[in-house]
């Protein structure tokens, strides 16, 4: 079974600083598909940002990027130049494919990280 | 607008009595899912329809009951309700299994439910 872990329950950064959420997961599968979502106060389930097993090339969107460590199976998050609205709790998230390599579209989610980017 | 729309928003229920959560979605998606989601312990999933017609159970099911009224709704039911499962709950549509990954979940807003 497949696990995802989020070590951090909480950080905190500056305005317009950058930072670095943790994630780490466990799988025998060699293909798969990891996400970060992001949840602000209102509530909704967010897609930040996607990376694909195959890819060695690092997934960026805007100010968000990952690293992506496939041998460690560690999947960090960076935020440059955090904005106020970037305050919310970010979920890592791990699906495997289906063995003619489609999505499987269940997701297995991390436990959370809450940031707070302080003014 | 096109999205996934889930009511209640928020419900308050006493040990014992019966619910039923509702979601639609207009996207047309196969797939359709109920998560929820608790302090520390991220969201985890409690039934999925793969499509219409069928479901099968998640991570957590025990408590819960669905229907997959037809393509558009899925609905979660709470036969008893109990302390344990106050929580937020979220459902999710995807267009379906072995499609791209490119858009993996839709979520509805959530419905926040407290068990007295």
């Known amino acids: 079974a497949q696990t995802v872990t989020q070590s951090q329950p909480e950080m905190s950064v500056q305005e317009a600083e950058t930072v670095t959420l943790s994630c780490t997961y466990d799988?025998?599968?060699?293909?798969?598909?990891l996400f970060w979502y992001k949840q602000p106060p209102s509530r909704q389930m967010i897609l930040v940002i996607r990376q694909e097993a195959y890819k060695q090339q690092n997934a960026t969107e805007n100010r968000f990027s990952v690293n992506f460590q496939k041998a460690a199976k560690s999947f960090s998050l960076k935020i440059s130049d955090s904005q106020l609205g970037d305050t919310a709790m970010y979920f890592c998230?791990?699906?495997?494919?289906?063995?003619?390599?489609?999505?499987?579209?269940?997701?297995?989610f991390g436990t959370g990280t809450l940031l707070a980017v302080q003014p | 607008n096109a999205g996934v729309t889930q009511t209640p928003k928020f419900q308050v229920l006493k040990t014992g009595q019966s619910m039923t959560l509702q979601c639609a979605q207009d996207m047309n998606h196969n797939s359709m899912y109920w998560y929820r989601q608790d302090p520390g312990m991220g969201l985890r999933l409690i039934y999925y329809?793969?499509?219409?017609?069928?479901?099968d159970k998640g991570e957590v099911p025990n408590g819960y009951n669905v229907s997959r009224l037809n393509k558009r709704e899925f609905s979660l039911r709470l036969e008893s309700a109990a302390p344990s499962q106050t929580s937020v709950y979220f459902c999710a549509t995807s267009p379906g299994q072995g499609s791209s990954y490119n858009s993996p979940l839709h979520f509805g807003n959530g419905t926040r439910l407290t068990v007295t």
């Open positions: 998230a791990f699906m495997k494919l289906t063995h003619y390599g489609g999505a499987t579209n269940k997701l297995i």
């Open positions: 329809s793969a499509s219409e017609g069928t479901t």
């Open positions: 799988t025998s599968e060699n293909n798969y598909y």
